[in-house]
């Protein structure tokens, strides 16, 4: 059977090849009672992809089922490894492009750190719009203004010369018309831009903790190159990021001379790969699942305390496929937004990390392996001795 067409490159249809079940739909949300955990609703994972240029969808997926507002947080910015990892992007922009007095329009603005502080490393003032973003609208002394709402890509939208989207554009039911608009928004100005997503590279090639229900799409290099350039853009450059966890895309219209960067663009040999890690997804899916049941119950039958860290959604959708029974000690997060607070679905209440140097853990289960050496280095400052196991 064969779904819709594809989203990235409109000229294939979309060929099913994995069906994960029921996931979580709200990940982000983290509830304030087990009850109200427990009774979070679920959604249909299934996932297809294009035949030419690898693009991967959730074809089961509900527009309806997710409403984005201030009750989500997916703030990453509580660790020191984003942290460095945002403020090295800022500078790379800053140096990149021309943004001394240009206005940025950031769409999915989370709680607006990175706007924050690309207008002030850059001189820039810009505007930034998300649902989820909590802080005070209006004015901020960085030179952005804040909304908490989605951007309108209408006529109301500020006129910019360079947007920025880090990882929004996967939530979009419509992602190649996002484009499009944007496209349009730009007119005959000079405007450059900056998306950041989850890796498909990395996701459809592992266990997938990071293929979620928020996420609709997923692109690897070449599904991600195929949709900006359809779209009417020209790449400036791509490539992955933070332990390959992410991939970002710079792009233009309306530049004059080459493109910034004289790297090569992703060609058939990186959709082929990409094509090659869907193929055997399903399978290397569900033994992940039954590696991780079976290892907590074996940690446990040792007489062990096992931990996850980490409540984000990788740590969601890992608890909801490997501890559906609850047998884990506890869930620790840096965020103390989600300390004592409910994760959807399972129920597992998050802690304080301190909370370990109490509860005799030999081992600490964590999902992105970009965070290895900030958890370690803190679990030697509170005193903690325990294996570190990456899922």
């Not at 609208?137 to 804040?146: I, N, Q, R």
């Not at 959708?317 to 047998?327: K, M």
Request: proline letters at 7%.
């Amino acid at each position: 059977m064969t779904g819709p067409a594809c989203h990235a490159c409109g000229a294939a249809e979309l060929v099913p090849f994995a069906d994960l079940g029921t996931i979580p739909v709200f990940c982000g949300v983290h509830w304030a009672s087990r009850d109200e955990a427990l009774a979070s609703p679920l959604g249909d994972m299934r996932l297809a992809y294009c035949p030419a240029c690898a693009y991967v969808r959730n074809v089961a997926f509900d527009p309806a089922a997710l409403v984005y507002d201030t009750t989500m947080d997916t703030n990453l910015h509580h660790s020191p490894a984003f942290q460095t990892f945002s403020a090295d992007l800022v500078r790379h922009l800053a140096d990149r492009y021309p943004l001394k007095g240009a206005t940025v329009l950031d769409v999915g603005c989370g709680q607006g750190e990175f706007l924050r502080e690309l207008c002030h490393v850059s001189g820039a003032h810009g505007h930034g719009y998300d649902a989820m973003y909590a802080g005070p609208a209006g004015e901020d002394p960085s030179g952005a203004v804040f909304h908490s709402t989605h951007a309108p890509l209408d006529d109301s939208t500020p006129a910019f010369d360079f947007v920025t989207s880090r990882h929004w554009f996967e939530h979009l039911d419509d992602p190649y018309g996002f484009l499009v608009r944007l496209r349009e928004l730009a007119g005959d100005r000079t405007v450059y831009g900056y998306i950041e997503v989850p890796d498909a590279c990395y996701d459809l090639a592992t266990a997938g903790w990071e293929v979620i229900y928020p996420h609709v799409s997923y692109f690897d290099a070449y599904a991600l190159r195929t949709i900006v350039e359809r779209a009417g853009w020209r790449i400036e450059a791509t490539g992955p990021l933070f332990s390959g966890m992410f991939r970002f895309v710079e792009f233009s219209v309306n530049a004059d001379g080459p493109p910034r960067s004289d790297a090569p663009l992703p060609d058939t040999a990186d959709r082929d790969r990409q094509l090659a890690s869907v193929a055997g997804f399903a399978d290397r899916h569900h033994a992940e699942r039954d590696h991780w049941r079976t290892t907590i119950d074996r940690l446990i039958a040792e007489g062990d305390r096992p931990v996850l860290w980490g409540a984000g959604s990788r740590g969601v959708q890992f608890l909801h496929l490997a501890d559906p029974d609850h047998r884990l000690a506890a869930v620790v997060d840096v965020n103390p937004r989600k300390w004592g607070r409910y994760l959807p679905v399972t129920g597992h209440e998050v802690t304080d990390p301190a909370t370990l140097a109490e509860l005799g853990t030999g081992s600490v289960i964590i999902t992105n392996p970009a965070y290895r050496k900030e958890i370690t280095a803190t679990l030697r400052q509170l005193g903690v001795s325990a294996q570190l196991l990456v899922a």
